[in-house]
């Protein structure tokens, strides 16, 4: 059994604030198996009741687990007052109360993020200690040198003294390379080629673990995670 209050059940999975998920419980708007519930304490399982609200039967999900196509220009965040966030981007049928990137991409940073509203599941992907290495395609404004991946692949020292876990780099033509990370400090890959002077142009996330950007993701666009993809995170690619 997984009983749950009904105001915050209807507040969660239908996306609205818990003031208004209680006044539409009070006026008669949920029903739970067939009868109207007008008590917003009502103690309900979601997994096993027939929940309509308004006359949208709940499809329960405990948590949800998005990839997106993260445009140039957005932030990572899931709320600012000035500013479009990743968020912003998620459409309707998917939004809901407490969704959030896990981690972050720089604004002109493009590619591959999760968002989710899974705290223990965002703590799983981000810790160093799980070594989830994240792929990312960098456009450089110079050449990558076998020099320079030892140098990644020992652990780069960036400037501010701080020391970086190790790397893998790997050159993909004239002025583009390849980088794994485990780690997410801030403008950490800028950084880290700063070391060795050189400079990123463009800088777009292809993969997490062994999952990779879904192709037909365009930019902006954001769906569900499927429970293949997401054991995939936690493979190594």
Known sequence: MNKQRLDKIISTQFNISRKDARRDIKIGKVTVDGKTVKDFGF???????????????????????????????????????????????????????????????????????????????????????????????????????????????????????????????????????EIKICEGRYHQIKRMFGVVNLGVNELKRVAVGGFFLPENLKSGECRELTNSEINAIFTDC
């Open 43 to 177: 103690q309900a399982d979601p997994e096993a009741a027939l929940i309509e609200y308004m006359g949208q039967a709940l499809c329960y999900k405990e948590h949800l687990y998005l990839v997106m196509n993260k445009p140039k220009g957005v932030i990572s965040a899931s709320l600012d007052k000035s500013r479009e966030t990743v968020v912003d981007l998620v459409p309707e049928p998917l939004r809901r109360q407490g969704l959030f990137p896990v981690g972050r991409l720089d604004r002109d940073t493009t590619g591959l993020l999760i968002i989710t509203d899974d705290g223990d599941f965002a703590h799983s992907l981000l810790s160093p200690k799980k070594e989830i290495f994240k792929t990312y395609e960098a456009e450089l404004d110079g050449k990558v040198t076998e020099e320079m991946c030892k140098i990644f692949a020992d652990g780069i020292t960036l400037a501010d003294g701080t020391l970086c876990r190790k790397a893998e780099l790997k050159p993909m033509g004239e002025c583009k390379a």
